[in-house]
């Protein structure tokens, strides 16, 4: 692990990055990121201690996502860790659900190791809010569905939220539970670097890592963690750590740039939001008729932004007659669930070069 002291706003060059690709030429680059351009549609998991209240607390529906519902109902750390004694998925079949993302032409899974509330879906030897040491399931989630990718051919991500953390000591983001407040960088450097290092280390064929929410996250904070990435050489990662760092590639969420993003991979964030609740998510689409929506609204357009691709030159749909009108259609579409459901991620849309 290392840390860095330089300011926030201190300029990153090639002296003072730890980004590992940083010497990375463009060939290595290409040849490193090539699977991911071609993959283009994957499934993205959120998975957890969350699924337990489903949106409801103490008999009050909570409105948000399902896995903010610890925020949005400002429940205290303790009371909290309550549902994790009803969460005990013994039907977990994660051979299907990998079959079934392949059947529906999907090429990689992303699943989250740990959400915003602190929850870790594998056995963590710096914590015990996690599924072996917090619930009666007591085993690995993520070593089965691991098995399950690379036996049907299946590419495997984790995301970690690294900055928000609700329940340990010093992780950002809970104001409503004193007993909770503490200083980060404790937090990353004991808790949030060590489970990275974890899940780099313990799962052979990782190939994408997903940061997620940089709250409080400067240049010296982003530096506790990013050289961990050299773990897992040739692993993919976004754009969401924080410290001025890009990654490899812009996650526009519930929103598609409307020419890409020029010289930079993107990958779509796609979801549905049912009840206010329960939600699915694709990176590239979702939808409830997914066969018909990827191929009449989403699909056609990201791929003709080259989605999962560099943008080097600008595209307007408007002069192709085959999407113009899908566009519209799709745009409609996306106004109305935005205005239907807030979107708290918009500010992660990166301006274009």
Not at 24 to 51: C, K, L, P
Not at 143 to 162: D, M, N, V
Not at 251 to 260: A, D, F, L, R, V
Request: hydrophobic residues 35%; aromatic residues 12%.
């Amino acid at each position: 692990m290392a840390t860095a002291s330089a300011h926030a706003d201190t300029e990153i060059t090639q002296e003072n990055s730890t980004w590992p690709y940083e010497h990375e030429t463009r060939e290595e680059r290409d040849t490193r990121m090539a699977w991911w351009r071609e993959a283009r549609f994957g499934m993205f998991i959120h998975w957890g201690v969350y699924a337990v209240p489903a949106g409801i607390h103490d008999g009050e529906k909570i409105n948000g996502y399902g896995e903010w519902i610890m925020s949005k109902g400002r429940i205290p750390v303790d009371r909290y860790r309550e549902y994790a004694a009803e969460f005990n998925p013994v039907k977990y079949d994660p051979d299907a659900w990998v079959r079934l993302a392949k059947k529906a032409g999907m090429k990689y899974i992303v699943i989250t190791a740990k959400h915003h509330d602190g929850f870790a879906l594998y056995d963590s030897r710096v914590s015990e809010w996690d599924i072996a040491d917090a619930t009666p399931y007591k085993k690995d989630l993520l070593k089965p569905l691991a098995e399950a990718c690379r036996k049907h051919g299946i590419k495997l991500g984790f995301y970690y939220s690294h900055a928000l953390d609700f329940t340990h000591t010093g992780g950002a983001g809970n104001h409503w539970d004193p007993s909770q407040h503490g200083d980060m960088k404790t937090y990353l450097r004991n808790v949030a670097a060590n489970q990275v290092a974890e899940l780099l280390t313990a799962y052979d064929d990782l190939a994408i890592w997903w940061w997620d929410m940089p709250v409080n996250m400067d240049k010296e904070k982003a530096d506790m963690l990013q050289p961990l990435l050299r773990l897992r050489p040739g692993i993919i990662v976004n754009n969401r750590l924080g410290g001025g760092y890009r990654g490899d590639t812009d996650t526009p969420e519930q929103n598609i740039p409307g020419t890409g993003y020029r010289d930079r991979d993107w990958k779509l964030i796609k979801y549905d939001v049912l009840d206010g609740t329960v939600r699915e998510t694709q990176l590239f689409n979702l939808a409830q008729n997914p066969d018909e929506l990827l191929k009449e609204h989403h699909a056609p357009s990201v791929a003709s932004l080259t989605g999962n691709r560099p943008q080097p030159h600008q595209v307007d749909l408007a002069e192709d007659p085959r999407y113009a009108a899908k566009r519209e259609e799709m745009e409609a579409l996306l106004l109305s669930e935005q205005k239907r459901h807030h979107d708290p991620f918009r500010f992660w849309d990166q301006p274009q070069d």
